[in-house]
């Protein structure tokens, strides 16, 4: 199907941070398969209501009402990505988490659009103990995700089954969210579940890594601790959050060209 427009609702990943910026603004896969799908369709129009650090009930609550009367059928794509904020939250509760995923996704797919779903990768680029933890949300996550998927009729989109991009060298300096290359392997695996044109070779692995010399590793470990953590915690203690008021990048539908 040639979609005539997409609607992308989520966190930081929809968003598209750290994506290279163009015009002020993080680029991301989203913005990638809109790239393709305007190609396709004339009249395409795009939407992107994603912010970072959103938590699935605040994407509930802000996002979902505003996709109302734009939702044109079958040939709206609307992709719903939320959820992982909440599940490496140290007070994250599966049994609120869950249902409202749930929920939502019904919700999107009532509207008569194509919806997408997306799993995470079960494993994360954390180690010890809190990597521990993290797979294991995340493995019950994806079994919520699928599940969702297979009731609504949703397009899944399951990156577990390319464990390669779990490379850390598709991460940016935070190690949390994608670089540009890693944004750009996954507009291509979406545009692939869509039938929609791609490049194959985003299904190949970087080569080999060269070794680490440790007292490199070192410097990097604490530059990330000072650069990221610190600051990441601090936010957590006074609970603010990094979305805290910013607005999205097309809270309408805009006529869309390639960038």
């Not at 904020?85 to 797919?109: H, S």
């Not at 996550?141 to 297979?150: D, L, P, Q, S």
Request: aromatic share 10%; glycine share 8%.
């Amino acid at each position: 199907m040639n979609f005539t427009r997409y609607i992308a609702l989520g966190d930081s990943m929809t968003e598209g941070m750290t994506d290279e910026v163009v015009n002020g603004q993080y680029r991301g896969w989203a913005d990638r398969i809109a790239d393709v799908m305007a190609v396709q369709s004339p009249d395409f129009t795009y939407m992107n209501l994603a912010v970072r650090g959103k938590l699935i009930k605040q994407v509930i609550d802000g996002q979902l009402p505003q996709i109302h009367g734009f939702v044109e059928g079958k040939q709206t794509l609307v992709s719903f990505h939320a959820g992982a904020n909440d599940v490496i939250r140290p007070n994250y509760n599966p049994a609120i988490t869950l249902p409202l995923y749930i929920d939502a996704a019904k919700k999107v797919a009532a509207t008569g659009c194509t919806l997408m779903l997306f799993t995470v990768m079960e494993k994360p680029s954390s180690e010890g103990k809190t990597g521990q933890i993290w797979e294991a949300r995340f493995h019950e996550f994806n079994k919520i995700v699928r599940h969702t998927a297979e009731v609504t009729g949703a397009v899944l989109i399951d990156w577990n089954v390319a464990p390669f991009l779990s490379d850390l060298r598709f991460l940016a300096q935070d190690r949390l969210h994608l670089n540009a290359e890693g944004h750009y392997r996954v507009a291509q695996g979406v545009l692939e579940k869509l039938g929609l044109p791609y490049d194959s070779e985003w299904k190949t692995p970087l080569p080999p890594a060269n070794p680490t010399p440790k007292i490199k590793k070192v410097r990097s470990d604490i530059r990330w601790i000072l650069t990221f953590v610190i600051p990441w915690i601090w936010r957590r203690a006074r609970g603010k959050s990094s979305g805290d008021g910013r607005k999205s990048k097309h809270s309408v539908p805009v006529s869309w060209v390639q960038r």
